[in-house]
């Protein structure tokens, strides 16, 4: 019986974490609202996902006909399969803007909103694997900031992460703040923002202290609050 209920409660999470359950987009309209942007993406995750399943399916179906010799089947199947990878591309589009959108919260600190969305993406930062993926990809800008003219101009990251050769103590110390046991998932949403965020992240600009300040911040957050990698899924009130 439990081996039951551990199975069923795999396959629900499953469910949702891809967007073919709708309750995400439910839970997130009934506490956020329709127009928030987290709700938005939520849906469009969930209507991406049951459109990638029905072209799935019409894949199947073009090949059964291939096999029984229908006539226009290879037609149908190519169109079939053209469709259903550009609906699988969006839907993988979908399920990061989604996850962008609950790391935004998380790293708004607003923790009067648990949704599950948030609760699975929190989990997600906060596991050791995440962190030390973060820790790394630090560490290899960092690799390359000291190396900066021996790498070629086509093949170097944006011009921004050279200034990191200048802050070995303060990414040093960051990287430490990733790898401790107790951590902040507020820091770790930050960070990892502070990688993915383009031309919005101080790493990518120009300028010595705003990196400086946004590397120290991050790792204070950090190491502030103790070990926040748990919540409670319990419904509250909405972020403007």
């Not at 072209?55 to 291939?66: E, N, P, S, Y």
Request: aromatic share 4%; net charge positive.
């Amino acid at each position: 019986m439990t081996s039951f209920l551990r199975r069923a409660a795999f396959l629900r999470d499953a469910a949702r974490s891809t967007g073919l359950a709708g309750a995400d987009a439910r839970e997130a309209e009934s506490v956020l609202g329709r127009g928030h942007r987290l709700t938005r993406a939520v849906s469009n995750h969930h209507t991406l996902a049951l459109q990638s399943v029905v072209a799935t399916l019409a894949i199947a179906v073009g090949a059964f006909g291939l096999l029984a010799h229908v006539r226009h089947a290879t037609l149908v199947l190519g169109i079939a399969v053209a469709v259903g990878v550009a609906f699988v591309l969006m839907w993988a589009v979908a399920r990061k803007i989604a996850r962008e959108r609950a790391q935004d919260l998380i790293a708004a600190g607003d923790d009067s909103v648990v949704l599950s969305v948030v609760v699975r993406e929190r989990r997600r930062l906060g596991s050791r694997k995440e962190r030390e993926r973060l820790a790394k990809s630090l560490e290899a800008l960092h690799r390359d900031a000291l190396r900066w003219n021996g790498i070629l101009p086509q093949f170097r990251p944006p011009h921004g992460v050279v200034q990191l050769r200048y802050l070995p103590r303060e990414l040093k110390a960051l990287t430490t703040a990733l790898r401790r046991d107790r951590v902040r998932v507020q820091g770790v949403a930050l960070a990892t923002r502070f990688l993915t965020d383009g031309y919005r992240s101080p790493l990518y600009g120009d300028e010595l202290e705003p990196l400086r300040e946004e590397l120290n911040r991050i790792r204070f957050l950090l190491e502030t609050g103790g070990d926040r990698t748990r919540d409670e899924t319990r419904p509250e009130r909405a972020a403007a």
